[in-house]
């Protein structure tokens, strides 16, 4: 089984941008797509972008225009490129096989100061 593990969170200012990395230790490729996903305090897990096997995308409608899905399948990640941050965005981030099954990693915590 793939693992996928988020890392790249932090403390931002609002308008600052961040790169966030999902490492899979195994065949990234395994996976018909992969997605980034977050949680804010009190909300429900959303879907932020998605990106296939063959690097096609699909974004939130609150992502558009300001984050990049992307992937390297050779060093077997996908990244999400996040800039003009806002407060909103705030939230623990994770990636997962899309669509999502099984239990869900650690995440990686995304916090913005205005």
């Known amino acids: 089984q793939v693992q996928l593990v988020e890392s790249g969170g932090g403390l931002v200012q609002a308008g600052w941008s961040l790169r966030l990395t999902c490492a899979a230790y195994g065949n990234i490729n395994s996976f018909v797509a992969i997605a980034w996903y977050r949680q804010a305090p009190g909300k429900q897990r959303e879907l932020v972008a998605t990106?296939?096997?063959?690097?096609?995308?699909t974004y939130a409608d609150s992502a558009k225009d300001r984050f990049t899905i992307s992937r390297d399948n050779i060093q077997n990640t996908v990244y999400l490129q996040m800039n003009s941050l806002r407060p909103d965005d705030a939230a623990v981030y994770y990636c997962?096989?899309?669509?999502?099954?099984?239990?869900w990693g650690q995440g990686t915590q995304v916090s913005i100061s205005s």
């Open positions: 997962s096989e899309y669509p999502h099954l099984g239990t």
């Open positions: 990106i296939t096997r063959g690097g096609s995308t």
